[in-house]
């Protein structure tokens, strides 16, 4: 059974562009979760999506969105990206949302310079 | 507002002997409480759960304790092996609500 892949792995972008991640879940979970994760911060909630509606938002500004696709695929997007974006971003899937599970990806490393 | 937190940022501790890892919250109505444990370029990996009834689960040489009261859970690794050095987070959630995380504890087996 694959497990969570994100994609891509790895990222170097410019202050002021915009960043495009994917998470693909593991078959059969619906709900995909995001968290940023930067040195002495932990895991901070970006928001949480189960069928395509977003269920849980964190305390991260606008600039910061997702989508969840029918076939339960997500993407975050961060629009005019800052010094302060660049983290580790994690996703996870669950089979059901808000009751834990949580399977994580690997990552995608995003430094903005 | 951090509703769950680890106070020590890092944790040494010699092959053989017990690790002991430490989490406080905040949020009493927290259902469930995880452990996760991660490798660098790796995602957190779930260790070990407890439920907000019980006090205490044990999986091998993983032990969660919860003390409601205290609003304190640790988690105890007998015997430490080098390959238990990672990070590890405590985690906490309400039923229907998101996963909490803690800043993580380093923990260092030394052999």
């Known amino acids: 059974k694959a497990g969570v892949t994100q994609t891509p792995r790895y990222l170097i972008k410019t202050r002021g562009q915009q960043v495009t991640l994917s998470c693909s879940p593991i078959?059969?979970?619906?709900?995909v979760s995001w968290y940023q994760q930067t040195p002495g911060q932990g895991l901070q909630f970006l928001f949480e999506?189960?069928?395509?509606?977003?269920?849980n938002k964190g305390n991260f500004p606008g600039r910061f969105s997702g989508r969840q696709f029918s076939n339960s695929r997500s993407e975050m997007n961060v629009s005019t990206l800052e010094l302060g974006d660049s983290a580790l971003y994690l996703c996870?899937?669950?089979?059901?949302?808000?009751?834990?599970?949580?399977?994580f990806g690997s990552g995608t490393r995003l430094t903005v310079v | 507002d951090q509703q769950v937190k680890q106070n020590s940022p890092s944790l040494s501790v010699q092959e053989g002997r017990i690790s002991i890892l430490n989490c406080d919250y905040t949020?009493?109505?927290?259902?469930?409480f995880l452990w996760y444990k991660k490798y660098p370029a790796e995602g957190p990996t779930f260790l070990i759960s407890?439920?907000?009834?019980?006090d205490k689960n044990e999986d091998g040489r993983f032990t969660v304790f919860l003390n409601k009261s205290a609003k304190h859970l640790s988690l105890h690794i007998v015997p430490s092996q080098p390959g238990d050095s990672a990070v590890y987070f405590c985690a906490a959630f309400e039923y229907g609500n998101k996963l909490v995380f803690g800043a993580g504890t380093i923990l260092r087996v030394k052999s």
């Open positions: 078959s059969g979970h619906r709900s």
């Open positions: 949020n009493s109505m927290f259902d469930y």
């Open positions: 999506y189960f069928s395509e509606t977003q269920r």
């Open positions: 407890i439920s907000s009834i019980k």
């Open positions: 996870a899937s669950s089979f059901q949302e808000g009751a834990g599970g949580y399977t």
